[in-house]
């Protein structure tokens, strides 16, 4: 990957100099891919030349440290490589991640979150979010009906859901949706799923859409609905049946969390009970939609808290520990890097880059 850099350095020495100096004169911090497509937006505005560096790494993700630009490349899922750009002698050094300091062993980075997403202007929609989000996606859908192709044109742990090949657009599905749901008009509503699969999978459907005939041709009717005529009611209809929630993470660092014996200790208290409380409601939930929706794909839940050494008696020394009443959810404990005094003044000073420490080394 350096040598690649290197290249592109020397084959548009000019334009990138120009581009990376734009990114430099921001100052440092952390610039996301939408703040470095905006400056390159800005430059291509100028020269039409700098066009071949959209697809470049240069655009991806940075942290800059005048006069370094460091990037976060990824060849491939599941794989990072970091490089540091020297914008003054246009060198390239690599950063490997064996540098980062052993001390800093949770790093939680949630800002990419935020980045693109729809933000209410309106104090009105304060608590009303997912009326909010289905709003803006159905008008969305309104002007370009591929948005949705995200929502329907999906996997899960390898295994096809919902559509298959034969669907490849728009356009083909509402037209097999058409086709599948006079088919299914002919069948007695409790009919099994497994009794028409194959008749479906001919069409181009998986499973995902319902466990029996009639959760499927009601599924069926909300899409070919919102593909009609988008609005809100019917989209959050449609969307409360996709099977899209399949592994959650909730992180609770605070205190002593256990199942057993951990109330009353410092910062312990009802924020245990209620996170394992909700817990279980949420497993049986997520199985109960996961079978109607005809899948048969095992949920995971993982409580992510901190590994106290020194547990009091407790079972918070323990790497992995399953929540009693369930089967799928765990507490996972990792190191931490400061000890019990430093949650008591809240979470702040965690959530630190791994590239910014390895530009600062």
Known sequence: MRDRLQESLSAHRNELVSLLSRYVAKGKGILQSHDLMGELDNVVKEDESMKMLKDSPFSKEAIVLPPFVAIAIRPRPGVWEYVRVN?????????????????????????????????????STIGNGVQFLNRHLSSSMFRNKESLEPLVFMHTNMMAMMLNDWIQNIFKLQAALARAEEYLSKLPPSTPYCEFEFELQGMGFER???????????????????????????????????????????????????QANVLGLPDTGGQIVYILDQVCALEDEMLLRIQKQGLDVIPKILIVTRLIPDANGTTCNQRLERISGTEHTHILRVPFRLRMEFFENGFQGLMCGRIWRLLQR
């Open 87 to 123: 914008v003054f002698e246009l060198s390239v050094d690599h950063l490997s991640v064996a540098e980062c300091n052993d001390n800093y062993v949770l790093e939680l980075d949630l800002e990419p979150f935020n980045a693109t997403f729809p933000r209410p202007t309106r104090s």
């Open 208 to 258: 995902g859409w319902g466990d029996i005939a009639q959760r499927v041709s009601e599924t069926i009717h909300l899409l070919l609905e919102v593909l009609q005529a988008p609005d809100p009611s019917t989209l959050e209809t449609f969307l409360g049946r996709i099977p899209m929630v399949f592994n959650v993470v909730i992180v609770s660092p605070h205190g002593y969390f256990g």
